[in-house]
């Protein structure tokens, strides 16, 4: 059993960065693949970023490359998420997942353990 807690979230400003932290316990937390998703209102929940277990590959959706970071603390059992230059678009509850698997995937399904989620708006 995993358990995720999301914290960092809040309200910024167009352009402004945020860092998401993700403190996870229970099972080794090293060996599994960790991700970062969001939900819009009214929207489907979507793959932000991702990080391995075995080598800290790491995976962006194209709408956050090159202005997000994801990153993960083993020492600490911390997975983060490092947001610069964000927009309006940004805006949503950020929710971290982990597999049981150290393999990357895009794909909500195949996560196994959720956080309850992390508001962030970003005004215009």
């Known amino acids: 059993q995993v358990q995720l807690v999301e914290s960092g979230g809040g309200l910024v400003q167009t352009g402004a960065s945020l860092r998401l932290s993700c403190a996870a316990s229970g099972r080794t937390f090293s060996s599994l693949a960790m991700g970062w998703f969001r939900q819009a209102p009214g929207k489907e929940r979507e793959f932000v970023a991702a990080i391995s277990g075995s080598d800290d590959n790491t995976y962006y959706a194209d709408s956050v490359k090159g202005r997000f970071t994801i990153s993960r603390s083993n020492a600490k059992n911390t997975l983060y998420l490092q947001m610069n230059s964000l927009k309006p678009e940004d805006t949503a509850v950020y929710y971290c997942?982990?597999?049981?698997?150290?393999?990357?995937?895009?794909?909500?399904?195949?996560?196994?353990?959720w956080g309850q989620g992390t508001q962030v708006t970003v005004s215009s």
């Open positions: 997942a982990a597999r049981r698997l150290p393999y990357i995937t895009t794909i909500s399904r195949e996560y196994y353990y």
